[in-house]
T-cell receptor, first 107, second 122 residues
Framework: YVLTQPPSVSVAPGQTARITCGGDNIGSKRVHWYQQKPGQAPVLVVYADRDRPSGIPERFSGFNSGNTATLTISRVEAGDEADYYC???????????FGGGTTLTVL | QVQLQESGPGLVKPSETLSLTCTVSGGSIDNYYWSWIRQPPGKGLEWIGNIYYSGSTTYNPSLKSRVTISIDTSKNHFSLKLTSVNAADTAVYYCARMPSYSPYTNNWFDPWGQGTLVSVYS
């Protein structure tokens, strides 16, 4: 099962960033999103399509439908610069799968 | 809050066995799934396998023949062994916790350890 993410997304501070994760009928799966800053471990920012762990700002939100899941970051800040990965479980292969990652650049 | 810390050799020779341990502090290892995930330098994330606190395991099919994950609840740690390593196994290895909500296949990895770089070279 392949999860397709754009390699990069750029946005100005204060604007909205949208990072997509494409997969065959991904809307039928539960999608989770991770933020990874350089030299650090990934951090969960959205789980089960749209829920936020405690401590994650409300600026981070998720949506999943059809063949695309989207992570939306509102009012982007310089500190949001990072790689973002989507993740699902694939029933056909019994495999936890990650997307290739998207680098968010704040201009 | 729970914290995870990987430990083990940073260098392994080709054809030998990579062995890592993840120590869990600030919480019990019981009633959760525990995972290993790796990331080759400059590349994306690859799931290696999970273990439930009871000892049941699930492995990535592409690594299954070489991977063993075990758990020691008395020491609050779990371990990874990867046999017959080669250069493609060079990566940062992370351990992580997975909740046990049903169905567990819908679950996520949180938190993660800081990761440990393992290089395979002669």
């Amino acid at each position: 099962y392949v999860l397709t993410q754009p390699p990069s997304v750029s946005v100005a501070p204060g604007q909205t960033a949208r990072i997509t994760c494409g997969g065959d009928n991904i809307g039928s799966k539960r999608v989770h999103w991770y933020q990874q800053k350089p030299g650090q471990a990934p951090v969960l920012v959205v789980y089960a399509d749209r829920d936020r762990p405690s401590g994650i700002p409300e600026r981070f939100s998720g949506f999943n439908s059809g063949n695309t899941a989207t992570l939306t970051i509102s009012r982007v800040e310089a500190g949001d610069e990072a790689d973002y990965y989507c993740q699902v479980w694939d029933s056909n292969t019994d495999l936890w799968v990650f997307g290739g990652g998207t680098t968010l650049t704040v201009l | 809050q729970v914290q995870l810390q990987e430990s083990g050799p940073g260098l392994v020779k080709p054809s030998e066995t990579l062995s890592l341990t993840c120590t869990v502090s600030g919480g019990s290892i019981d009633n959760y799934y525990w995972s290993w995930i790796r990331q080759p330098p400059g590349k994306g994330l690859e799931w290696i396998g999970n273990i439930y606190y009871s000892g049941s395991t699930t492995y990535n099919p592409s690594l299954k023949s070489r991977v063993t994950i075990s758990i020691d609840t008395s020491k609050n740690h779990f371990s990874l062994k990867l046999t017959s390593v080669n250069a493609a196994d060079t990566a940062v290895y992370y351990c992580a916790r997975m909740p046990s909500y049903s169905p567990y296949t819908n679950n996520w990895f949180d938190p993660w350890g800081q990761g440990t770089l393992v290089s395979v070279y002669s």
